[in-house]
């Protein structure tokens, strides 16, 4: 959504819009005579698939008595990843599919090289790629995950309003 408006300067602006759901991120940029002057898309994965909504992944947990940081293949027959949602799969035998790259969630804060991080960093890393711990401290026990853009769908975004000045004289 766009609107001309008149500064008492006498200038114009163009004011837009940017909305954000958590499927679908869109932006328009219009230019001054509303003729397209950006248009981005941006789609979002809206987070791992669930046999269950509304559960998370819980990491570490437990099955068949081995530890698992992240989303595993064992135990299924037709390859596909899964994780538990609760800490021990071996007493609960709660579980749900996981979607794409076999994933731990971040935790927040942790500590590293006695620093404490509530974000995502690229300190210590040579390519300079975000990325947060798996851990309350990578100090003591280092694992690690890539940070990537991700919506997911339990946040609820609403809209997010961006103005966008383009003057004119």
Known sequence: MAKILKLNNGKHFVATFIFISSYILHIFLLNFAFSPFFYFFFSF?????????THKCVFPFIYNGKSYNSCTRDGQEDGKLWCAITENYDSGLKWRLCNGEPKADCVFPFIFRGQSYDN?????????????????????????NKCTIHLDSTYVLKSIF?????FKD
């Open 162 to 166: 961006s103005w966008h000045f383009f």
């Open 45 to 53: 994965n809206s987070g791992p698939g669930t046999t269950e909504e």
């Open 120 to 144: 995502c960093t690229s300190d210590g890393r040579a390519d300079n790629e975000r990325w947060c711990s798996l851990t309350s401290n990578a100090d003591t026990n280092h694992m690690e």
